[in-house]
Structures are given as C-alpha cells and as structure tokens.
C-alpha cells in the first residue's frame, strides 16, 4: 500500500474501506468505538453503530442526556476507530462533533423501526434504573401514547456529526511492520504522511 494506492482524499479511502468491511461482514462493519472526555480530561470510549456521512462528516445518534451526549456538550471533541479485523484493517478518526441538523435527526428517526422509536423514548440512557420492570413498564407506556400513530422523534434524541480533522489508515503486515497512513485536515486540504509501525 502506498500514497498514490490511497490517494488524496481520506474520506474517499474510508468509504472505500467501509465497503469492502461491509461486503465481507455485514454484521459488524459500522461498529465503531467512540471516545470522549469530560472537561477534565477523564476519557471514556464505547462502541456505538456509524450511520454513514453528511456533508463530509460521520454521523451517529443518541440520546442527548446520555454519558456521552454530555460530555460532548461540555468538550466536543472526539475520537472513531473502525477495526476490521476480516480485513486485518483499522482506521482512527478525530475531530470535532457537532449535532446534525434536525431535519437530518427527523428523517433517520422516521426509518428506525417502529420498536427502536419506542425505545428511545422510554429510555433514559445512562441513568440509574431500578430494574428491567421499570423500562419494560416505560415501553409499554409509551407504546400506549403512540397507539395508533407515528412515533415522534423525541426532544432529546438524534445525529451527531464528527467532523475529521485527522484520520489515520492502518493495515496489518508480517511481523509488526504495519502500513499507517495519517491525513491531517490543512488550509489547502489534506497533508498525508507515513508512519513508523
């Protein structure tokens, strides 16, 4: 693998890449572990799903009370890796997250199935709860409010954009002697180097 075999662009190479995981195992592609602190600089990662790119960012969704809606409130700085290990592939991403506009959060709600609505409105993510009766009494709540009727997006729920600053392409060789590619975001476009395994 080389500059030229990459090519300019990391956004290109990562969609590239997204697809050939994707044809491979369909299952697992878009997990990917994203990582946040807190203002302090406490770090705490989690593997959420990616749901594709807008306007040359990547996108996920979530509660926004949730551990990590609130710290990206407080320091909206974050981190992606995908690892693709059918591949023997890893791409780390980092930048800054913004939430997506709301017509964005509105029309992915619109295509969740019907029970991941209801899902998100009767769970309030990350908070303590006393047991699985409570959130099963809270589902059946709110399917009762929506009986018979579209499920609404919830006030507190929807898209997040991480806007790349830097990514990083990694790809597994004979002993330890990785390829790694690292794109840094410039004035001018994209700086790409080459890094020791």
Known sequence: MSQET???DPLSVFESWFAEARALDPRFADA?????????GRPSARTVLYKGLHDGALCFVSNYG??????????????????WA???????IEGRVERTSAAWSDQYFAAR?????IGAWASAQSEVIASRDVLEARISDAEARFRDQPVPRPPFWGGYQLVPE???FWLGQDARLHDRYSYRRNPSGWAVERLSP
Not at 66 to 83: D, I, M, T, Y
Not at 113 to 117: F, L, T, Y
């Open 113 to 117: 199935a019907r029970s991941s609505q």
């Open 86 to 92: 059918s591949l023997n592939r890893q791409v780390r």
């Open 32 to 40: 990917m572990t994203l990582a946040t602190a807190s203002p302090d």
């Open 166 to 168: 830097r990514l990083e």
């Open 6 to 8: 990459l090519g300019p």
């Open 66 to 83: 949730s551990s990590k809606g609130q710290q990206l409130e407080r320091n909206p700085h974050a981190a992606l890796v995908f690892f």
